[in-house]
């Protein structure tokens, strides 16, 4: 198992940015594809980003597609989640995943068997 570590996040104020990032503890973190959900209070978890092992690939559903974007740096174990224009609606609390296989890209959290600690985002308008 992977473990993950989170920081970013906070208050801003709608169009704003900010950066996610989380930092993974395993050797072979190069190895897997990487990916973002987001969970508001009172709903399920959302798939917001993910990324192949070799960052050539990257899938983002279209309520973020052209303003966030996802990264990452496998000499420092990090992946990246790059949010631009922020809206009120993205509001909710982030985590980053490994999925339990280590190519695998989903969008599922069920394939998921690594996650981040959480790190609230906040928008006001």
């Known amino acids: 198992q992977v473990q993950l570590v989170q920081s970013g996040g906070g208050a801003v104020q709608a169009g704003d940015s900010l950066r996610l990032s989380c930092v993974a503890s395993?050797?072979?973190?190069?190895?897997?594809?990487m990916a973002w959900f987001r969970q508001a209070p009172g709903k399920e978890r959302e798939f917001v980003a993910t990324?192949?092992?070799?960052?050539?690939?990257?899938y983002l559903p279209d309520s973020v597609k052209g303003r966030f974007t996802i990264s990452r740096d496998n000499a420092k174990n990090t992946v990246y989640l790059q949010m631009n224009s922020l809206k009120p609606e993205d509001t909710a609390i982030y985590y980053c995943?490994?999925?339990?296989?280590?190519?695998?890209?989903?969008?599922?959290?069920?394939?998921?068997?690594?996650w981040g600690q959480g790190t609230q985002v906040t928008v006001s308008s």
């Open positions: 995943a490994a999925p339990k296989w280590t190519q695998y890209m989903s969008t599922v959290p069920s394939d998921f068997g690594s």
């Open positions: 395993a050797r072979t973190f190069s190895s897997y594809a």
């Open positions: 990324i192949s092992w070799n960052a050539h690939n990257t």
